[in-house]
């Protein structure tokens, strides 16, 4: 929890002066960049959750794991499988440096884009050319690297990898602060938020590979990707088409208002961290719960499961209760010159968030069974947003672009998957058109 504290107090820090001292177009500009690196990050394709797992079924002993599922996986009394654990990380390395590049690539093709795409107002200035490219060359760095924070929670070291990220969130906010002071604007941005990731992956990676040395030795189980790309293609394709829904919005919002983009995108930040809040209460369980389903333990999932699904829920609703009054005083107190969200919008943001997080929470709890069974609900759900979602923002703006989002997620994802979810921790078969 310690983290979500520091990051929510530098959220506040640093976006209080960066509301103060750049202007409003400047910060719709800068959720535009985010918004773009977030949906180019869908190149990841989920390996690094897939490893994460993988690493979690290795450390409770288990040798061969199946391509999809867990049917035939034993989990040995012997302790951990240093041999496969080593394995993965050779395969791992490997993996994500081509991930990285095609990030690279990816990442330039839609920046072109999107620079193409902005407002006719809009001066592409040096400023925000270096800030997209310091965004986009350090978010390919860090991608190359991304497995380690994985590998770490996989040994069930959540707390280390916890507190790794609470560091990148100093040391990130310390970087922009003071390139906010200078007068360097978005490209401070920019460089704190790489800080952040290359921090906390440097500290992950050491402490992976000193707990391997401390192993007895073995010699590496050679891993392939391909047998795990069943579970990885179809966990990246359900990724991506989340990235359809709320992360993809402050870019459509650019492309007709960089003033309402600027406090839409704190708006939806500030959801966002709301949901990661939330969220932590079941998430730091899942490296758990994938060794305890390799252990065939699923009364324990379940119990631990339903009180921590509750706990989320509880914490979302409570804290985005508090927003709007806590985001008047704040916004006042700095004086600054990018309003917040309105009340209403906020409660369309709200109601978007507490849905994708009840979602997201079920979706968590398919994967530790080494299953996919949300893949073609979430294609449909990213594809009906897609084609909505624009052509509402034309009549309707930002209220049309939140409904869009709203009614994808209600017409199959909210009541869909949770009747999966919970009919495979009981050990009863999916809902036909599930699998795998």
């Not at 107090?9 to 719709?28: C, D």
């Not at 919002?253 to 959801?271: D, H, I, N, P, R």
């Not at 079941?282 to 119990?303: C, D, G, N």
């Not at 509402?392 to 979810?421: C, E, K």
Request: hydrophobic share 55%; proline share 5%; net charge positive.
């Amino acid at each position: 929890m310690l983290v979500i504290v520091i990051r929510v107090l530098g959220f506040v820090a640093v976006m209080g002066v960066a509301l103060r001292l750049l202007p409003r177009e400047s910060i719709g500009l800068w959720y535009g960049m985010m918004s773009l690196a977030a949906v180019a990050a869908g190149v990841e394709f989920g390996f690094s959750a897939t490893i994460a797992r993988r690493a979690g079924y290795y450390w409770a002993g288990a040798g061969r794991v199946p391509a999809l599922g867990l049917s035939g996986l034993e989990a040995s009394p012997d302790g951990p499988n240093i041999g496969a654990l080593e394995g993965l990380v050779i395969e791992a390395r490997r993996v994500f440096r081509f991930l990285s590049a095609l990030f690279l690539a990816v990442s330039i093709a839609m920046a072109c884009g999107w620079i193409w795409m902005l407002p006719p107002a809009q001066r592409v200035t040096p400023e925000l050319l270096a800030a997209l490219g310091l965004l986009i060359a350090g978010g390919a760095v860090n991608l190359s690297g991304m497995f380690w924070t994985s590998l770490l929670t996989g040994l069930q070291k959540v707390r280390d990898a916890f507190a790794y990220l609470a560091a990148g969130f100093v040391t990130g906010y310390v970087i922009t602060l003071l390139g906010l002071w200078l007068g360097t604007g978005l490209v401070a941005m920019a460089a704190g938020l790489v800080a952040q990731s290359m921090l906390a992956r440097a500290l992950a990676r050491r402490q992976v590979l000193a707990w391997l040395r401390a192993q007895p030795a073995a010699t590496p189980v050679r891993t392939n990707w391909r047998t795990f790309w069943p579970t990885t293609w179809r966990a990246g394709v359900a990724q991506a088409a989340s990235y359809l829904l709320l992360p993809l919005m402050p870019l459509l919002v650019t492309t007709y208002s960089l003033k309402e983009a600027a406090s839409f995108g704190l708006g939806l930040q500030a959801t966002l961290m709301l949901e990661t809040l939330a969220s932590s209460w079941i998430a730091v369980k899942w490296p758990q719960f994938a060794s305890l389903r390799a252990m065939r333990k699923l009364t324990e999932v379940r119990r631990i499961a339903g009180q921590r699904l509750a706990l989320s829920m509880l914490t979302f609703v409570t804290c985005a209760a508090g927003v709007p009054m806590l985001a008047a005083a704040v916004f006042a107190q700095i004086g600054s010159r990018t309003p917040f969200v309105t009340n209403a919008v906020w409660a369309g943001l709200a109601v978007a968030g507490g849905i994708d997080l009840f979602v997201g929470a079920h979706c968590g709890l398919i994967q530790t069974g080494n299953r996919v069974s949300h893949l073609r609900a979430f294609i449909a759900t990213g594809v009906i947003n897609l084609c909505a979602a624009p052509l509402l923002a034309m009549s309707y703006g930002t209220a049309g672009v939140l409904a869009s989002v709203i009614v994808s997620q209600l017409l199959i994802n909210v009541w869909w998957l949770p009747r999966v979810a919970w009919r495979q921790l009981a050990d009863l078969p999916a809902p036909e058109g599930t699998t795998p």
